[in-house]
């Protein structure tokens, strides 16, 4: 019972490095999103993915892209880091967009 | 705008000490209001889904009720192992699929 996996669970990058943080869940949910959470604030939606081939953007894309590679798995890649990226990730996934949406133990991301 | 409030944000309570968590929204037609559970380090965990105004659900020592303004996650009877985080999120009509969250309320309880 893997539900959503997310990897890596930690990453430490230096300000304009790229990076991919990888999402795959094993529920055949059609919808996947991408969140961060940041002491103070409720998590936030970066972006998000209906079904599989769409992509939309959440509230705070700046920054971000993402891939729905396949139903299974949903990317999201920094271009050029920067400190204010510094968050932990969570990607979540539902049955439709109605359901509840179950997520990954997230990514810890610190950018330098 | 579409908003979500918790309160308190942070709730310590003796083992045994009955209390209640307050999610207060306001949005532009709700389409549901969820309550995760968040332990640290943790992915927020999935407790209940909740549509209309009246609904209740139960699970373990967990209540959750819903009115048209609010909701209430009241915890009977806690045990240490009830400390967590608690987020609220709500679904709106026009937003899509989007969840917007609450900010959370920490729960310690102490035996």
């Known amino acids: 019972n893997a539900g959503v996996t997310q990897t890596p669970k930690f990453q430490v990058l230096k300000t304009g490095q790229s990076m991919t943080l990888q999402c795959a869940q094993d529920?055949?949910?059609?919808?996947m999103y991408w969140y961060r959470q940041d002491p103070g604030m409720g998590l936030r939606l970066i972006y998000y993915?209906?079904?599989?081939?769409?992509?939309d953007k959440g509230e705070v894309p700046n920054g971000y892209n993402v891939s729905r590679l396949n139903k299974r798995e949903f990317s999201l890649r920094l271009e050029s880091a920067a400190p204010s990226q510094t968050s932990v990730y969570f990607c979540?996934?539902?049955?439709?967009?109605?359901?509840?949406?179950?997520f990954g133990d997230g990514t810890r991301l610190s950018i330098l | 705008e579409d908003q979500v409030t918790q309160s308190p944000e942070a709730l310590r309570l003796q083992e045994g000490e009955s209390s209640s968590l307050n999610c207060s929204y306001t949005?532009?037609?709700?389409?549901?209001l969820f309550w995760y559970r968040q332990d640290p380090g943790k992915g927020p965990e999935f407790l209940f889904t909740?549509?209309?105004a009246g609904e209740e659900k139960e699970k373990e020592r967990l209540k959750a009720t819903l009115t048209k303004k609010e909701s209430f996650l009241h915890i009977t009877a806690p045990k240490p192992e009830d400390s967590a985080t608690y987020l609220c999120?709500?679904?709106?009509?026009?937003?899509?699929?989007?969840?917007?969250f609450g900010k959370g309320t920490t729960l310690s309880v102490s035996s």
């Open positions: 979540a996934s539902s049955y439709t967009g109605n359901q509840p949406q179950h």
């Open positions: 529920m055949n949910h059609n919808s």
């Open positions: 993915s209906a079904s599989e081939g769409t992509t």
């Open positions: 949005v532009s037609g709700l389409r549901g």
């Open positions: 909740l549509y209309s």
């Open positions: 999120a709500v679904q709106a009509n026009q937003a899509g699929t989007a969840l917007i």
